[in-house]
């Protein structure tokens, strides 16, 4: 069995692949985000795939868990608008991993 940090650097590996050869690399408006679109991806597949009962579950997980893997983790507010706004990059790369 993997441990999370396996886990989480091997997805993250996938889904930033995934990102540098998919997204375009447009400026969104406002201010810059403070994690990368492959960490979003990352940690919002995560959140689906494990034990969480709700996003406050989640957040409250990473933010004393995978700090030290995700440092610049905004507070939850702003996670869930980065998470929002990567919705359809997160199901493209679900798909694009379960289909051959």
Do not use: K
Not at 31 to 41: F, K, M, N, Q, R
Not at 71 to 76: G, S
Request: charged share 25%.
């Amino acid at each position: 069995m993997l441990d999370v940090d396996t886990f989480l650097t091997a997805l993250y590996v996938i889904v930033d692949d995934f990102c540098q050869s998919h997204s375009p690399q447009q400026r969104r408006p406002g201010p810059e985000a403070s994690l990368s679109e492959g960490e979003v991806i990352t940690l919002s597949i995560f959140a689906r795939w494990s034990r969480f009962a709700s996003e406050r579950d989640f957040y409250r997980y990473a933010e004393s868990r995978l700090r030290g893997a995700f440092p610049t983790l905004p507070d939850r507010s702003q996670f869930n608008r980065e998470i929002a706004g990567s919705s359809a990059e997160t199901y493209a790369v679900s798909w694009s991993q379960s289909t051959p």
